[in-house]
C-alpha cells in the first residue's frame, strides 16, 4: 500500500468515526457528552496525527465570547434591582482532570 493510500484509509476511517458520532446519539452521549469533551479533545482523541496549524484551526473555529456573570433577578420580584451571580465551576473528568469554566 503506497502512503499516499494509507493516508486516503486514515482520511476515510477518521470521517466515518465522525459520521458515527453526529448520527448516533447514544454513541455521542457515552463518548462526548459523559466525558465532557471540548472540540480539542475530540481532534486528540480521534486524530492524534492531526496536524492543523494554530492559524488554520483558529480561522475556522467560532469567537467564544466569556461569559463572566449571570443575570439571576427577576423584573417581577424586584422591578428596580438587577442581581449578578458569578461563579467559578471545577468540572471533574476522568480523562483530563479538572476542567475550570
Not at 477518521?14 to 475530540?42: A, P, S, Y
Not at 484551526?57 to 466569556?66: A, E, G, I, K, Y
Not at 471545577?90 to 479538572?98: P, S
Request: hydrophobic share 35%; proline share 3%; net charge neutral.
Amino acid at each position: 500500500m503506497t502512503s499516499k493510500n494509507k493516508s486516503k484509509d486514515v482520511g476515510n476511517n477518521l470521517l466515518n468515526r465522525l459520521t458515527e458520532l453526529t448520527t448516533n446519539k447514544d454513541l455521542f452521549t457515552e463518548r462526548i457528552e459523559k466525558q465532557q469533551l471540548g472540540l480539542i479533545d475530540i481532534l486528540a482523541e480521534f486524530h492524534k496525527s492531526l496536524d492543523l496549524p494554530l492559524d488554520a484551526f483558529l480561522q475556522v473555529s467560532d469567537r467564544l465570547m466569556p461569559r463572566y456573570y449571570t443575570i439571576a433577578s427577576s423584573n417581577l420580584k424586584y422591578p428596580d434591582e438587577v442581581r449578578i451571580a458569578i461563579s467559578l465551576s471545577i468540572d471533574k473528568t476522568e480523562k483530563f482532570g479538572n476542567k475550570l469554566g
